[in-house]
């Protein structure tokens, strides 16, 4: 029901926008979020957007760099990620969460896009 997309190959300093579109259901009330998960690591919290899109919540590893944004006509969430780095290597997932306000767990979130690979070279 969430597909995620737009991840690829990019020099550091570079910049891409991931996509999630959302498919069989309407996820304009629901608050979206964007986690990753690296090789070995955990998966976590990169960014959240309410479900209008006026209150946004960032990762500290992120702050600055990456922008969310959605767009309900469209069942579409995206990421706006600049000045990459090669930390910033993942699979990128977005999700949605029913319980109203901004949240940054990944038990906090009900439907879960399969992934698209960002991979950021040095």
């Known amino acids: 029901q969430l597909q995620a997309s737009g991840g690829g190959l990019v020099q550091a300093g570079g910049s891409l926008r991931l996509s999630c579109a959302a498919s069989?259901?309407?996820?304009?009330?629901?608050?979206m979020g964007w986690f990753r998960q690296a090789p070995g690591k955990e998966r976590e919290f990169v960014a959240s957007i309410s479900w209008s899109g006026s209150n946004s919540l960032y990762a500290d590893s992120v702050k600055g760099r990456f922008t969310i944004s959605r767009d309900n006509a469209k069942n579409t969430v995206y990421l706006r990620m600049n000045s990459l780095k090669p930390e910033d290597t993942a699979v990128y997932y977005c999700?949605?969460?029913?319980?109203?306000?901004?949240?940054?767990?990944?038990?906090?979130?009900?439907?879960w896009g399969q992934g698209t690979q960002v991979t950021v070279s040095s």
């Open positions: 999700a949605a969460s029913i319980i109203y306000g901004l949240r940054r767990g990944v038990s906090e979130y009900d439907y």
């Open positions: 069989g259901r309407t996820f304009s009330s629901y608050t």
